[in-house]
């Protein structure tokens, strides 16, 4: 790592150092400590706690299991045939550098490079990852459109809603437009006709080929659909099993528009892996639709908690499958 990466990374550190700090002070009266915090919402029986841990973590789990089908399917739609393992231990570790790097960038980086080594069609699976992306943030706007109008209409939260529905449509007309074959076939074509070094031209052109075959498929496209909105609705739903010990009164369909939203900010590369944005938001949110917001804070750091469990087992999976690639003489991992 250069100078100029490390002094990124340290900014990024900062910066989520500083929100975290932000979202404390904001979450606490003045005079109480995180500690009190996390008593005063962590109430229930510790086994009721754990069972809630327990099930966020699966909930976690069965949305890399989930995400892995997917992408295996659009893979086979533009002539990519990858095992679902390898594509779920592509996914596990991804979250994990997703959690120690700014952004999902280079655990996209990392899928990408994964898959090249095991298919040897690295631009096609940056293609189709890219409509994977695309189809991800359409079911984001979707759940988030959906769950509005089962929100409880109070005066004081119906300030959110039209902000809500106007970012959640823009996104979603955005990822239709984009998907449309008409447009992904125009730019396969506009790709065919470039000029630059050769090498990079035809690696472009293979990857928004592989996007235009995958996306021109419409059986395909609405079963990776389906399994997008799965997909995303899966961590609203580890969130709420996180808040359920804490005894909060706030209703499923906030959490099902809270929660798409913030991971679309977390998305953003301003710190490492999404934290103290998570939180700060987390506080902001949550509280302005009448949750406490030394809970909120709480429900926050128990979803990072949860995050950095995966994380681990990423970490673990990683070291295993890169030890048991040298020990077979695969080569380096460079980007096709």
Do not use: K
Request: charged share 15%.
């Amino acid at each position: 790592m250069n100078g100029g990466a490390l002094v990124r990374v340290a900014l990024r550190l900062a910066v989520a150092a500083l929100l975290l700090w932000l979202a404390v002070r904001v979450a606490l009266p003045e005079g109480e400590s995180l500690g009190d915090a996390l008593r005063s919402s962590w109430t229930a029986p510790p086994e009721r706690i754990a069972a809630s841990f327990a099930t966020a973590f699966a909930i976690f789990g069965l949305g890399y299991g989930v995400g892995a089908l997917r992408f295996q399917l659009l893979l086979a739609a533009a002539g990519v045939q990858l095992g679902f393992g390898a594509l779920w231990r592509g996914y596990v570790v991804a979250g994990f550098f997703n959690l120690i790097l700014p952004g999902a960038i280079m655990g996209d980086v990392y899928r990408v490079v994964d898959a090249r080594q095991d298919s040897g069609r690295g631009s096609e699976v940056l293609g189709v990852l890219v409509l994977e992306r695309m189809l991800g943030l359409a079911a984001l706007a979707v759940i988030g459109l959906a769950a509005l109008p089962a929100v409880p209409a109070r005066n004081e939260t119906a300030r959110l809603v039209l902000p809500v529905a106007a970012v959640c449509g823009v996104i979603l007309a955005g990822c239709l437009a984009l998907l449309h074959p008409r447009v992904s076939s125009l730019l396969a074509r506009r790709a065919a006709r470039l000029t630059g070094p050769r090498g990079i031209v035809d690696r472009i052109a293979r990857s928004l080929g592989a996007l235009n075959e995958a996306s021109s498929r419409p059986s395909v496209v609405v079963r990776a659909s389906l399994l997008s909105l799965l997909t995303q609705a899966l961590p609203v739903l580890a969130v709420f099993a996180l808040a359920v010990p804490m005894e909060s009164s706030i209703a499923l369909p906030w959490f099902a528009v809270i929660v798409p939203f913030v991971t679309l900010a977390t998305l953003v590369p301003i710190s490492i892996g999404g934290t103290g944005v998570r939180e700060i938001l987390f506080v902001a949110l949550f509280g302005a639709v009448g949750m406490d917001r030394g809970m909120a804070l709480s429900l926050s750091l128990s979803t990072l908690a949860v995050a950095l469990g995966w994380g681990a087992v990423g970490l673990a999976v990683f070291a295993w499958g890169r030890s048991a690639r040298i020990d077979a003489g695969v080569g380096s991992d460079s980007l096709p």
